[in-house]
């Protein structure tokens, strides 16, 4: 049987979103983009007050426990007009960005702009940049 474990590598704060993450075999940064959002739908208190009995609760993953893999979620280097997230988000669903982007736009209109406007840069922030060099090496 899988338990649930804080985790000790894939922490922002307590390791309760890692955890979750780990225990899901899905990459932690969505987790917390999720949390993010409902957590400002809430008003905040509600999902802080869950965070922090989380935190007290989940026991932290031992030292000796193997680390999991899973397909990791980064913004574009390449693709990307702004900050890389909406082709980011495409190339780890292997959807073309141009239906991702869409979709975010017509989201964006119905919501009023600014909740979506939010919503990228709050991803911005918290998805990493795929690793990688900057440099492109012309072959002749």
């Not at 960005?97 to 990228?120: D, E, K, Q, W």
């Not at 090496?137 to 002749?140: A, L, T």
């Given at each position: 049987?899988?338990?649930l474990?804080?985790?000790?590598?894939?922490?922002?704060?307590?390791?309760?979103?890692?955890?979750?993450?780990?225990?899901?075999?899905i990459?932690?940064?969505?987790?917390?983009?999720?949390?993010?959002?409902?957590?400002f739908?809430?008003?905040?208190?509600?999902?802080?007050?869950?965070?922090?009995?989380?935190?007290?609760?989940?026991?932290?993953?031992?030292?000796?426990?193997?680390?999991?893999?899973?397909?990791?979620?980064?913004?574009?280097?390449?693709?990307?007009?702004?900050?890389?997230?909406?082709?980011?988000?495409?190339?780890?669903l292997?959807?073309?960005?141009?239906?991702?982007?869409?979709?975010?736009?017509?989201?964006?209109?119905?919501?009023?702009?600014?909740?979506?406007?939010?919503?990228?840069?709050?991803?911005?922030i918290?998805?990493?940049?795929?690793?990688?060099?900057?440099?492109e090496?012309?072959?002749?």
């Open positions: 049987m899988r338990k474990y804080r985790s000790r590598s894939n922490k922002k704060l307590a390791g309760v979103l890692g955890g979750l993450g780990e225990y899901w075999k990459d932690p940064t969505i987790i917390r983009l999720i949390f993010l959002i409902i957590f739908i809430t008003a905040i208190f509600p999902f802080l007050i869950a965070y922090i009995i989380a935190a007290i609760i989940i026991p932290l993953e031992p030292i000796t426990r193997k680390q999991r893999k899973y397909k990791v979620l980064y913004r574009s280097r390449k693709n990307k007009f702004i900050a890389g997230v909406l082709a980011g988000i495409s190339e780890f292997k959807i073309d960005p141009t239906i991702i982007r869409l979709i975010f736009i017509a989201i964006m209109i119905l919501t009023g702009f600014a909740p979506m406007i939010f919503a990228y840069i709050v991803a911005w918290v998805i990493p940049e795929k690793p990688g060099s900057d440099i090496i012309e072959i002749k």
